[in-house]
């Protein structure tokens, strides 16, 4: 593998994991009675752009390097459900995060009235995020699966 | 004071409008995957191909930054398009119902995509 695709696969990974934290970040703080609205939406912009710069580098990847030289190594190898189902499902299933996530930016910069007095609209904003965060762990270890079919 | 109940109200049809745009475009992915999969024709030579996805490839280089590029562009439209439309929410009650429906929507795509190639792999495979 060229150093530039090494790059987008590490930045890939490591900004992946970034939103992770920032996602989980988000659904900590919404529980707490007061909210900080600076640090949500400060936690919650980290998200999006993570999330982002992770779709933008590891599509790159997957585009010009896996398909041509990961994936057929995968199929043909003892472990073809890596990529069937694992990489095909997280592919497509990436595609939801940046949307998922930019809105619940949005609600915390638009709304951040509305969600410190309402407790209703909070838990409806901190359960979203939860499964945003669910959901990106379940793309991270998806992740950890393809990496071990392919080796 | 009228100028602050407008920034208010303009606020909350983004907010609506994006909302419910997302949700649309999680479908919307889920659906073109799905159909991009299952809708296959013989060509001339009696091989099989995905007409949707190579249409997508034809476009766009890839089946999977086409499908990211429509989103993209569904979701922008959607989204204008929906703040410019819907009413402004009195309470907070509409925008918690469309919070809730994107946490459906974002479960119930997920299952979609993971069951899908689940199956696609053990039944179809």
């Known amino acids: 593998m060229s150093t530039f695709f090494a790059v987008l696969l590490i930045a890939h990974v490591l900004f992946g ?13 919404l529980i707490k009675s007061t909210l900080p609205i600076p640090a949500l939406i400060r936690a919650s912009m980290y998200a999006f752009f993570s999330y982002l710069i992770s779709w933008f580098s590891g599509g790159w990847y997957y585009w010009k390097h896996y398909g041509g030289v990961v994936k057929p190594k995968i199929v043909d190898g003892a472990f073809p459900w890596a990529h069937l189902v694992f990489m095909e499902a997280k592919e ?10 930019l809105c619940i930016a949005l609600v915390l910069w638009l709304k951040a009235d509305a969600l410190q007095q309402d407790p209703a ?5 901190m359960v979203l995020s939860f499964f945003v965060t669910l959901l990106a762990v379940i793309i991270t270890l998806s992740g950890v699966l393809i990496t071990g079919g392919a080796r | 004071m009228v100028l602050d109940k407008e920034i208010c109200m303009r606020k909350d049809k983004i907010v609506q409008g994006t909302l419910v745009s997302a949700s649309i475009t999680l479908f919307f992915i889920v659906g073109i995957t799905i159909a991009g999969e299952l809708y296959k ?15 997508l490839k034809a476009l766009h280089g ?45 479960i119930v795509c997920t299952l979609a995509v993971y069951g899908f190639f689940t199956y696609e792999f053990l039944i179809a495979h």
């Open chain 1, 17 to 29: 994991l970034v939103g992770v934290m920032a996602s989980f970040r988000v659904t900590f703080l």
């Open chain 2, 41 to 55: 024709v013989a060509d001339a030579s009696g091989k099989m191909v995905n007409p949707i996805k190579d249409y």
């Open chain 1, 121 to 125: 609209l909070r838990k409806k904003l």
């Open chain 1, 92 to 101: 497509h299933v990436f595609l939801f995060m940046p949307f998922a996530t």
């Open chain 2, 62 to 106: 890839h089946h999977w930054v086409g499908k990211g590029i429509w989103a993209v562009a569904l979701f922008i439209v959607l989204s204008v398009l929906f703040s410019l439309v819907l009413r402004p929410s009195t309470d907070g009650k509409r925008i918690g119902s469309m919070i809730s429906a994107l946490t459906v929507s974002l």
